[in-house]
């Protein structure tokens, strides 16, 4: 059977293009040109066994992604310093040999619930019978501070709030002279309990299940001109806090690394 010279001339060309696969792409992994487009397509699927190792580990116990990192030949660990996020990279090379990083573990650490309701709650402003809630709710966490900056007991700091009583009283003043006559009124609004109300507080918890213990320090604001008592909460230095928390976050990985890992401060991006 003879050939035309269109088909020799196809033979040709694949054979070509089969010759400068195998002197481009010096791999482990295998490849082919498909006849039908040319493109190139790995053989990898039908191995025993990958090519390469790679993986993607992720969790939120430190104490995991530690053992994790330590238990990989060649880490290199990238502690995000603006977030409670970590990266371990196993196969990131150098500049001489780079490698894929394809195998890596992240770690990223859950806040808990009581932090988060401190966080949602800076800001807010409660009506009465909602902040008096609020502290019977969280009483276990709450520690109020009275006027005189002195801790005392949380059932009289809920009592207080409930019983909280609003006094308007109206003060004239009166001036005759022979080249003025004036009057003035001065509106006085006061907050009267029966207990010390609470003017700040410290809201004890942990804030990362990893973490130590921290007291988030509150600011309490008594609005008074409804009819209705109304009170505001903030948190007192919140980026302190942060600052402090992500400087425990830091010290704790790099003390449970090995000597062998490369430890950065800062984030990579691979792509």
Sequence with gaps: MSLSQDAIKE??????????????????????ALPSDYNIHSLENYMDQRARFRA????????????????NDDASCFINTRSMNALS?????????PGHAENTASLSLNT?????????????????????????????????INQNGDDYDIKQAISAVRKLTIEASQKSDH???DLNRSRSAVEMI??????????SFTFSCKPYEDLKER???????IITSHTEPRFTLRIIQLEKLREEMLMEFREKLQAGFNE???????SINTD
């Excluded at 696969?21 to 482990?28: L, T």
């Excluded at 993607?56 to 330590?70: A, D, H």
């Excluded at 990279?89 to 040999?97: C, E, M, V």
């Design 175 to 177: 001036a005759d002279s």
């Design 89 to 97: 990279i196993f196969d990131l090379g150098d500049y001489a040999d």
């Design 190 to 199: 006061e907050a009267k309990s029966e207990n010390p109300l609470p003017m």
């Design 56 to 71: 993607k580990f992720s969790t939120s116990v430190l104490s995991e992604f530690i053992k994790y990192t330590n238990d």
């Design 215 to 221: 007291q988030i320090y509150f600011r309490v604001s």
């Design 112 to 144: 808990t619930s009581p932090y988060d309701e401190a966080i949602s709650t800076s800001g807010q402003t409660f009506s009465q019978k909602g902040f008096a809630e609020w502290l019977e709710d969280w009483r276990l966490h709450i520690s109020p």
């Design 11 to 32: 033979l040709d060309d694949k054979s070509v293009v089969g010759k400068q696969i195998e002197q481009i792409f010096k791999c482990d992994t295998p490849l082919v």
């Design 260 to 266: 062998e890992i490369q430890v950065y401060l800062g």
